[in-house]
């Protein structure tokens, strides 16, 4: 308690950008440091006002009741579409799509290929559990060699089902200028990099350069059958050799492929 007659000092707080609401996330999940921080940016951008989010099918779906901003529900992978069309037509508005890997990486893998073909100027935050979480843990195209999910029992077999993709790297493939990175936040560290590659991906955006897509490495423990402090050093240990972190590629023709931590 402060001393008497001294007057107390808030140093953090709900960020403008997040409703102050109870979130309907598993223990542990990391979806809601994610949020955090996406909000954080908006507020010190300044962007809050001028900005509209994709809400994806999957675990975060009720994302619109947690973020204090426009937000659009779109179908299943389609969130690109719907902020390609939203963007044209009002370019002065701030777009981001909120995704997780089976919602983009699965069916909605043509809907972010060619949005970023095209360079269309949104702002695209994909979430990598390597999991479906919302429909009982199935594989997922993120599924690590030998990981188990409920359709894959006996742990995914590369031979059968092919290997995880790695979608920060495709993208990066792509001629079109872009801005693509990896970050995770299973550590602090790694949490504020993080926040810095959003900064940068919304400045793009509010600077009219590039199409940006951050992939977060982000955790599932109800579905990874792991204790919270388990699952995240189930991500250093697992995702982040096969998911190396960093930013793979730039505006301005800066091409580069982070080396694995």
Known sequence: MPAS????KAVFGLPEALDARV??????????????????????????????GMAPVGCAVLAYDYF???????????????????????PDLTVFTYQGDGDLASIGMAEIIHAANRGEKITVVFVNNAIYGMTAGQMAPTTLPRQVTTTTPDGRDPDLCGHPIRVAELVSALRTPAFVARGAVHVPGEIVR???????????????????????????????????????RWVQQNMVPYY??????????????????
């Open 5 to 8: 007659g001294c007057d107390a």
């Open 23 to 52: 979130t309907h996330y598993c223990p542990g999940c990391t979806h809601g440091v994610i949020h955090r921080l996406v909000a954080e940016v908006l507020d010190e951008l300044g962007l809050r006002k001028s900005a509209v």
């Open 68 to 90: 204090a901003c426009d937000m659009v529900q779109c179908s299943h992978g389609r969130a690109p579409a719907v902020a390609t069309g939203i963007k044209r037509g009002r």
């Open 194 to 232: 993080t926040k810095d590659l959003l900064r940068r991906a919304f400045r793009h955006q509010s600077e009219k350069t590039c199409f940006s897509l951050i992939e977060i490495l982000s955790t599932c423990p109800t579905n990874w059958g792991l204790p919270p402090d388990e699952a995240l």
């Open 244 to 261: 190396p972190l960093g930013v793979f590629k730039e505006p301005g023709g800066i091409d580069r492929a982070p080396k694995p931590l």
